[in-house]
């Protein structure tokens, strides 16, 4: 944009620079917690490698637990986002550690103010929820996707003047 404003480049370019660069971004804020490689998994803590470093978690305080689900040609892939009490975030790929979530969710305190809150799509798709919230969740996100996308390339475009 301040290169528009400086005369540098024209407000065309800089729509498209916007449009993709929107896009990787996007990209990257859903990419940088996931794991890549699970380090160490115990009943207390999960260590995975991450684009950013390593990440652990405390499974002894978990905050929340959501489910993040993208989309690509070889259809859905869902990660389980766990946040701990002290903010770090983590996107659970692996069996190894959707297990060891598992086990701490069943094993968390009883009373309401210390238990983590966990979406009920997040509690389907680790098996401790109805199958059919997962299903209604994944075809939910993607006509969010796609309807966003669209308004999204709609806006560039008029923005372009086309």
Sequence with gaps: MLLVLADYLPAEASVLCAFVGSLVGGFALLEQCQETRVIRCSMSHITAQTWTGQRSVDLTHIRDVRLLTTFSYGGAHHAVLVRD??????????????????????????????RPRVSSAARAHLGLGAHRTHMMHTVISFLALTTSISLYNGLVLKLAGF
């Design 85 to 114: 009490q002290n903010g770090v975030r983590l996107g659970l790929t692996s069996t190894r550690s959707k297990r060891a979530l598992v086990r701490a969710l069943r094993n968390a305190p009883v009373d309401a103010r210390s």
